[in-house]
């Protein structure tokens, strides 16, 4: 058991890694990458015979680039790898929630209790770091959603954690019947490593409520 346990930590630690390799990825190119585009546009079209409208493009261009090493610095502690873990479950929730609102497709509502909790265990929030991406993940490719609700807080020596979503749904038994089972089979060998108790509530047209409950530290 002990074994398993640890190639299951070992598995999570490459995914969240390769999670991170993709979002960093996808920042550069659709968010830097576009705000270094504007700038060397802007630069392009300085007139500097129209003092006025040299000053301002150039200012313009002073913001771009200040924005760009703003979100460089972030993607930064991105690549610092489980630091976000180090730094508590609490702390790695509003990491992921962040690069989510940032899509700006979803209205989110976030009431995270988690970020003070003293108690920590790095190799279960290595794991719940996991499952949330892996909820994330399966929002943004099946639920069609345009709001979603995340809940933590931690109660009686347990870790609660609900992500609610307004999307299209599922048949949840269809879907854990299919063979790539929208990940439902790794979520639950996973909670259940952790001792956790996972319930998803979920129909076609009404949208997922996933509640998690983790023995905790």
Request: aromatic share 6%; proline share 2%.
């Amino acid at each position: 058991m002990q074994q398993k346990f640890e190639a299951e930590i070992l598995q999570a630690r490459i995914e969240v890694q390769d999670q991170t390799m993709q979002t960093i990825a996808t920042e550069l190119h659709d968010n830097i990458g576009q705000l270094l585009s504007l700038t060397t546009l802007t630069l392009n079209s300085v007139n500097i015979n129209d003092s006025e409208k040299a000053e301002k493009k150039i200012g313009d261009s002073l913001s771009f680039i200040n924005k760009s090493i703003r979100e460089l610095r972030e993607l930064a502690k991105l690549l610092h790898g489980e630091q976000v873990v180090e730094n508590g479950i609490g702390y790695a929730l509003d990491q992921e929630v962040n690069w989510l609102s940032k899509t700006g497709a979803y209205e989110i509502e976030v009431n995270n209790s988690l970020v003070d909790l003293i108690e920590k265990s790095p190799d279960k929030d290595l794991i719940i770091l996991r499952l949330l991406q892996e909820i994330i993940n399966n929002i943004i490719k099946h639920a069609n959603a345009t709001a979603i609700t995340f809940n933590a807080y931690y109660e009686d020596k347990t870790l609660h954690l609900q992500v609610k979503e307004n999307g299209i749904g599922f048949n949840y038994e269809q879907a854990a019947a299919a063979s790539s089972g929208m990940g439902l089979n790794s979520i639950y060998k996973r909670i259940e490593m952790i001792n956790g108790k996972l319930v998803l509530n979920s129909s076609p047209n009404h949208g997922t409520n996933i509640l998690i409950e983790i023995p905790y530290p």
